[in-house]
């Protein structure tokens, strides 16, 4: 009887816990880089519709990468490179 | 040494394609090389080196692919086998720099610093921009690449997995570790800025 009990104890958060907030949590980064299929992109905006947890998480993953891809200075080629870089190929051939 | 076995072209088709499709990348590969070097003058070696073996190797390059994941490839192996073992470390940062930042943060966000200021105004998007750069140097190379690659160059999965010789899976979990890290590093930061949740 115990070890029953366990054993469908064990069990319980992987699935209850779910709704699929699990799955969702997965697809984030597909969903922020443009890499999830049709199918994975249904199911989760379907999902975020209805969970405030999921829907705060994504638009923290966006934040993240909008911080990189907007916020992070480019730095400046020095002039001289393409320069010197076409000047040593000839020198090397 | 085999090169006569290539499918050869005149030195001035040679010269006049690998400007035409490989220069115009100049700009994204000093930049990924910055960022993994952390010094103006390791990227700048790192560049140069980058195209003297893309020339070298030139013919090898199909036209018409993908001449930026090419070079990033080449570029990032280089930096595998010659750069790393020169800066044993992964990365130079000034480590203190940013400690010291952190630290004096301690104070506790209700201090309300930065509720005054306009999010918008130029200082202070330069501002998050430093702290971003700060943050992101700190992670591991391996980590700051995959984000560089996927958020500033906009690299899909695929090509990531083949610039790095790393399966797509691979490229998912890293880049799944790489921002969680960075995430935390951001958080305290974030707290300050107003980007509260």
């Given at each position: 009887m115990e070890s029953k009990f366990t054993e469908m104890y064990q069990k319980e958060p992987a699935e209850e816990n779910g709704n699929g907030c699990e799955q969702v949590i997965n697809l984030l980064d597909l969903m922020v880089d443009g890499e999830a299929s049709a199918e994975e992109q249904h199911f989760f905006n379907k999902?975020?519709?209805e969970c405030v947890n999921c829907f705060e998480n994504h638009q923290k993953q966006k934040l993240l990468k909008g911080l990189i891809s907007g916020h992070l200075k480019r730095v400046i080629v020095p002039e001289s490179l393409a320069q010197t870089i076409k000047a040593k190929i000839q020198e090397t051939i | 040494m085999s090169e006569q076995t290539g499918k050869q072209l005149s030195k001035e088709e040679k010269d006049a394609r690998f400007e035409a499709e490989l220069l115009p990348v100049l700009d994204p590969l000093y930049n990924f090389a910055y960022r993994l070097t952390l010094d103006e003058d390791d990227a700048n070696d790192l560049v140069q080196e980058t195209y003297?073996?893309?020339y070298r190797f030139f013919d090898?390059?199909?036209?018409?692919?993908?001449?930026k994941a090419w070079l990033f490839r080449i570029l990032k192996n280089s930096f595998i086998n010659e750069f790393r073992k020169k800066s044993k470390q992964p990365a130079k940062v000034d480590y203190s720099e940013v400690e010291g930042y952190y630290n004096t943060d301690d104070v506790e966000g209700d201090s309300g610093v930065a509720t005054t200021t306009d999010m918008r105004s130029?200082?202070?998007?330069d501002l998050i921009g430093d702290e971003v750069a700060s943050a992101?140097?700190?992670l591991p190379v391996d980590f700051r690449t995959v984000i560089i690659l996927c958020d500033l160059e906009g690299f899909t999965y695929e090509e990531m997995a083949k610039i790095l010789d790393i399966p797509i899976g691979t490229v998912r979990?890293?880049?799944?570790?790489a921002r969680n890290s960075l995430k935390e590093k951001l958080?305290?930061?974030?707290k300050t800025m107003?980007?509260?949740s």
């Amino acid at each position: 009887m115990e070890s029953k009990f366990t054993e469908m104890y064990q069990k319980e958060p992987a699935e209850e816990n779910g709704n699929g907030c699990e799955q969702v949590i997965n697809l984030l980064d597909l969903m922020v880089d443009g890499e999830a299929s049709a199918e994975e992109q249904h199911f989760f905006n379907k999902h975020i519709e209805e969970c405030v947890n999921c829907f705060e998480n994504h638009q923290k993953q966006k934040l993240l990468k909008g911080l990189i891809s907007g916020h992070l200075k480019r730095v400046i080629v020095p002039e001289s490179l393409a320069q010197t870089i076409k000047a040593k190929i000839q020198e090397t051939i | 040494m085999s090169e006569q076995t290539g499918k050869q072209l005149s030195k001035e088709e040679k010269d006049a394609r690998f400007e035409a499709e490989l220069l115009p990348v100049l700009d994204p590969l000093y930049n990924f090389a910055y960022r993994l070097t952390l010094d103006e003058d390791d990227a700048n070696d790192l560049v140069q080196e980058t195209y003297l073996k893309a020339y070298r190797f030139f013919d090898y390059f199909e036209q018409g692919t993908n001449a930026k994941a090419w070079l990033f490839r080449i570029l990032k192996n280089s930096f595998i086998n010659e750069f790393r073992k020169k800066s044993k470390q992964p990365a130079k940062v000034d480590y203190s720099e940013v400690e010291g930042y952190y630290n004096t943060d301690d104070v506790e966000g209700d201090s309300g610093v930065a509720t005054t200021t306009d999010m918008r105004s130029e200082s202070v998007q330069d501002l998050i921009g430093d702290e971003v750069a700060s943050a992101l140097n700190t992670l591991p190379v391996d980590f700051r690449t995959v984000i560089i690659l996927c958020d500033l160059e906009g690299f899909t999965y695929e090509e990531m997995a083949k610039i790095l010789d790393i399966p797509i899976g691979t490229v998912r979990s890293r880049l799944h570790r790489a921002r969680n890290s960075l995430k935390e590093k951001l958080e305290k930061y974030a707290k300050t800025m107003g980007y509260n949740s």
